[in-house]
C-alpha cells in the first residue's frame, strides 16, 4: 500500500474540474462503444478517440504514458487480453470481447474509465459465457463503488467485488478469476495516486475514507484464472491460461452527501439509487 498521508484530497472546484474530464472520457468510451464492430480495427478504435478526446480541448493521459512510453491514446484489449493492449492492426470479429480503457486531461486534471463490449452481441454473436462474464464485472464494479462512504474504510471496496464475484461464481457455476496485479488507485493531477485500492478482500482495512477523496475503482475478471503474464511489446497483459477478461472502471469522487460519479454521463444517479447509495453531484 502506498504512504497514506500522500493521499490527495480535492476541493469542491477541483473535484468539479475533474468532472469535466470525466465527462470528455464518458463520452469518448460511449461513441467507442457504438464504433466497435466487426471489421474495424484497433487502431481505428484509436483515432476515433485521439479525435473526440482533442476536439473536446482534451489532452489523452494515456499517450506517452510510462516506460517504454504507451503508443496509444486508449487501451485497447480483446478476449484474453486483461487491460493495456496496445492499438493497432488487429481486426475486430463478432464475439469478440473488447475491453477499452480510456484517459483524458483537462486543465491538469485527469478522468479515467473502461468499458468491455461484445462484438455484435445486438446481432446475436456473443456467447451467454462472455455476456455472463461482462455482467458481473461491471457490477462487481458498481458494487465497489457503491461501498464508498465518508468514515467507513477503503478497503471496502475490494470486499464488495469480492463478495459479488463470489456469489456470482456460486449463481452461474463459472470460476472467475479476479486480478490482483492490477488494482484501482487515487486519481488527480496526476492519472495514478495514492492510495490503491484493491479489487479483492485484504487484511489491512485501508484508510478510513473522508470527504475530497478521488479514485478510480477498476476490477478486471477472467473466466479462468487469475494469473497474468506480460507480452514482448512490455504493455498488454493476457490471462496465463487465454481465458477471456473483462474490465470496467469510473473515476468516482466522495463528498459528505454521497458520491460522484465523475466519468459516467449521468454521474451515477441510476445505479447509485438501484444499490440504495447516496448520489451527491455538486452544482
Same mark, same amino acid.
Given at each position: 500500500?502506498?504512504?497514506?498521508?500522500?493521499?490527495?484530497?480535492?476541493?469542491?472546484?477541483?473535484?468539479?474540474?475533474?468532472?469535466?474530464a470525466?465527462?470528455?472520457?464518458?463520452?469518448?468510451l460511449?461513441?467507442?462503444?457504438?464504433?466497435?464492430?466487426?471489421?474495424?480495427?484497433?487502431?481505428?478504435l484509436?483515432?476515433?478517440?485521439?479525435?473526440?478526446?482533442?476536439?473536446?480541448?482534451?489532452?489523452? &493521459? =494515456?499517450?506517452?504514458?510510462?516506460?517504454?512510453? =504507451?503508443s496509444?491514446?486508449?487501451?485497447?484489449?480483446?478476449n484474453d487480453?486483461?487491460?493495456?493492449?496496445?492499438?493497432?492492426?488487429?481486426v475486430?470479429?463478432?464475439?469478440d470481447?473488447?475491453?477499452?480503457?480510456c484517459?483524458a486531461?483537462?486543465?491538469?486534471?485527469?478522468?479515467?474509465?473502461?468499458?468491455?463490449?461484445i462484438?455484435?452481441?445486438?446481432?446475436?454473436?456473443?456467447?451467454?459465457?462472455?455476456?455472463?462474464?461482462?455482467?458481473?464485472?461491471?457490477?462487481?464494479?458498481?458494487?465497489?463503488?457503491?461501498?464508498l462512504?465518508?468514515?467507513?474504510?477503503?478497503?471496502?471496496?475490494?470486499?464488495?467485488?469480492e463478495?459479488?464475484?463470489?456469489? &456470482?461464481?456460486?449463481?452461474?457455476?463459472?470460476?472467475?478469476?479476479?486480478v490482483?496485479?492490477?488494482?484501482?488507485?487515487?486519481?488527480g493531477t496526476?492519472?495514478?495516486?495514492?492510495?490503491?485500492?484493491?479489487?479483492?478482500?485484504v487484511?489491512?482495512?485501508g484508510?478510513?475514507?473522508?470527504?475530497g477523496?478521488?479514485?478510480?475503482?477498476?476490477?478486471m475478471?477472467?473466466?479462468?484464472s487469475a494469473?497474468?503474464?506480460?507480452?514482448a511489446?512490455?504493455?498488454?497483459v493476457?490471462?496465463?491460461?487465454? &481465458?477471456?477478461?473483462?474490465h470496467f472502471?469510473?473515476?468516482?469522487?466522495?463528498?459528505?452527501?454521497?458520491?460522484?460519479?465523475?466519468?459516467?454521463?449521468?454521474?451515477?444517479?441510476?445505479k447509485?439509487?438501484?444499490?440504495?447509495?447516496? =448520489?451527491?453531484?455538486?452544482?
Open positions: 500500500m502506498l504512504g497514506r498521508d500522500r493521499i490527495q484530497y480535492k476541493s469542491p472546484d477541483q473535484v468539479r474540474a475533474m468532472r469535466r470525466g465527462v470528455v472520457v464518458g463520452e469518448t460511449e461513441m467507442l462503444r457504438a464504433a466497435a464492430v466487426a471489421g474495424r480495427t484497433t487502431r481505428d484509436n483515432d476515433l478517440a485521439e479525435q473526440r478526446i482533442r476536439g473536446a480541448g482534451a489532452v489523452p &493521459s =494515456f499517450l506517452g504514458y510510462g516506460h517504454p512510453p =504507451f496509444g491514446t486508449v487501451c485497447i484489449s480483446v487480453e486483461v487491460v493495456h493492449g496496445l492499438p493497432g492492426d488487429r475486430l470479429a463478432d464475439g470481447v473488447v475491453s477499452i480503457d484517459g486531461i483537462v486543465d491538469g486534471w485527469h478522468g479515467d474509465a473502461a468499458v468491455t463490449v462484438v455484435g452481441a445486438g446481432q446475436g454473436h456473443a456467447r451467454p459465457d462472455d455476456v455472463e462474464l461482462v455482467a458481473v464485472t461491471e457490477e462487481a464494479m458498481w458494487r465497489g463503488i457503491a461501498a462512504a465518508v468514515g467507513e474504510r477503503l478497503h471496502a471496496v475490494g470486499a464488495a467485488v463478495d459479488h464475484v463470489a456469489a &456470482s461464481s456460486r449463481r452461474t457455476g463459472q470460476p472467475y478469476g479476479i490482483e496485479e492490477y488494482v484501482g488507485h487515487g486519481i496526476e492519472m495514478h495516486q495514492d492510495p490503491q485500492v484493491p479489487n479483492y478482500r487484511r489491512d482495512k484508510v478510513r475514507v473522508k470527504s477523496l478521488v479514485v478510480a475503482i477498476e476490477p475478471l477472467t473466466r479462468g494469473q497474468t503474464r506480460v507480452l511489446d512490455d504493455w498488454t493476457v490471462s496465463v491460461d487465454g &481465458s477471456r477478461a473483462a472502471e469510473h473515476t468516482v469522487a466522495v463528498g459528505e452527501e454521497g458520491l460522484w460519479v465523475l466519468t459516467a454521463l449521468d454521474g451515477g444517479a441510476a447509485l439509487a438501484e444499490l440504495g447509495a447516496p =448520489f451527491a453531484p455538486l452544482g
